[in-house]
């Protein structure tokens, strides 16, 4: 068909996925197919244009209809000649809201059915871009919050692609009258109780009537501005973070020496530490915790510690360091005693589980050789003038040790230790593993992690 005959959701699609969003040859291509409006006019416009799909249905159980809707959108699927398939979330999901438990459930359903280079479609379009900017926005965000939704973005082994966040809604709604699509109308979508319900009922439209009513185009690009200082701002710290490691080899990444800190400027600190806290897979604090955190740099205040939600910071002997929140157990009544790495002897202390890995992950909090399970070892607490056996069999004082392991004053009374039989330390938990206790790269491991701030893949030899 001629490009001027085709309508003009088909006619922007193709553009965009002959350009700069062109689809693997080989690889399965997904939509995320709700049966909303927005969703089934992607899906049926992939399909005009000759794409081979597949549609994923997330049933939240949520609304008493959602079973219904699961099967309308099976029914549809099938008129369709798309294959289809149904996902189930949990009803025990953990999340901070509706909102949230939705959108990362969603995605976690759907990236564990994609293999290596799938592809996933999803709707947003550019009245959506516009509500995200404006959220993210209200809630102080930064450039890469402000920056809006990717075009695209990893997501499990494949990819996230949204094809048309620069389509305006009525062009997808002037699609599905076209065509005459059925499609479902989800009540969430006019419940006021959701932000950004609100932003597109209330907000959006009251910019418009004030006389900006090309808000949503100014918005959207905006957002494409932003990515744009996004992408150069993570090239810089990238360059930065390589020259870095090269002037510091000797340093655990976890470690950031002040001196080095204090030759940048106040932004470059700032982006600085945002970025090496998201290369240790840290929460990022917000701009009052981040400043504290800069502050007691700049002023290196030793023994300073500065805590956030999902993560805190220790100044110790001219150092900074860095670790997921929680790094051990909040809990100081964790049973001490005997412990044998076997099925059916967890760990003693609450949020830590173990398992014997083939290829355990590189950023593994704890990955014991082999040879250890099974055997006799010993969790307990620190005692006063206490030393540690090295693999040589010289000894060290425990003090020392929980120090340069970056232990902070207040946790170190209490912090797990796993010992052997012989009088040898093989784990601080959370903090440190013993070199010559160490699995060697490439081989099975005993591996010990914390269920909040890792998760292992089901790859591997067997579960503990």
Known sequence: ????????????????LQGDLRPPRGRSLYVAYSGGGDSTALLVALLSL????????VDHGWHPDSAQWARFCQEQAKALGVPFTLLHLAADTPGEGPEDQARRARYALMAAQLRQGDWLFTAQHREDQAETVLLQLLRGTGVAGLAGMPRQRPLGAGLL???LLDVPRQVLRDYLEQRQLPFLNDP???????????????LLPQL????????????????????????????????????????????????LPLEYLHTLSVAAQRFFLRGWLQSLRISVPGRERLEALRDAVMRGRGGARIQWEGGQAWL??????????????????????????????????????????????????????????????YWRRRRQGERT?????????????????????????????????????????????????????????????????????????GSI
């Open 1 to 16: 068909m001629e490009s001027s005959a085709l309508p003009e959701l088909e006619r922007r699609l193709r553009t965009r």
């Open 50 to 57: 000759g794409y081979e799909i597949h549609a994923l249905h």
């Open 161 to 163: 692609v949204r094809p």
């Open 188 to 202: 969430a979508n006019a419940d006021m109780r959701y932000d950004r319900v609100r932003i597109r009922r209330i």
């Open 208 to 255: 418009q009537e004030l006389g900006w009513p090309h808000a949503t185009i100014s918005i959207a690009r905006a957002a494409d501005n932003l990515a744009d200082m996004g992408e150069i701002a993570t090239d810089w710290f990238d360059l930065c973070w390589q020259q870095y490691r090269a002037d510091h080899p000797g340093l655990s990444v976890e470690v």
């Open 316 to 377: 110790q002997g001219g150092l900074l360091r860095a670790w997921p929140q929680p790094r051990v157990t909040a809990e100081k009544e964790w049973e001490a005693g005997p412990w044998c790495a076997a099925p059916g002897k967890p760990l003693p202390i609450p949020g830590w589980q173990c398992a014997i890995r083939a290829t355990p992950p590189a950023d593994l909090h704890h990955a014991l050789a082999e040879r250890f399970a099974g055997t006799r070892l």
């Open 389 to 461: 056996l090295s693999g040589q069999g010289q000894h060290r004082s425990l003090k020392k040790l929980l120090l340069e392991a970056g232990v902070p004053p207040d946790l170190r009374a209490d912090v797990p230790l796993l010992w052997d039989e012989t009088g040898h330390l093989l784990v601080i938990l959370g903090y440190y593993t013993a070199p010559w206790a160490s699995a060697p790269r490439g081989e099975p491991a005993l591996c010990l992690w914390n269920t909040g701030t890792q998760s292992i893949a089901d790859s591997g030899v």
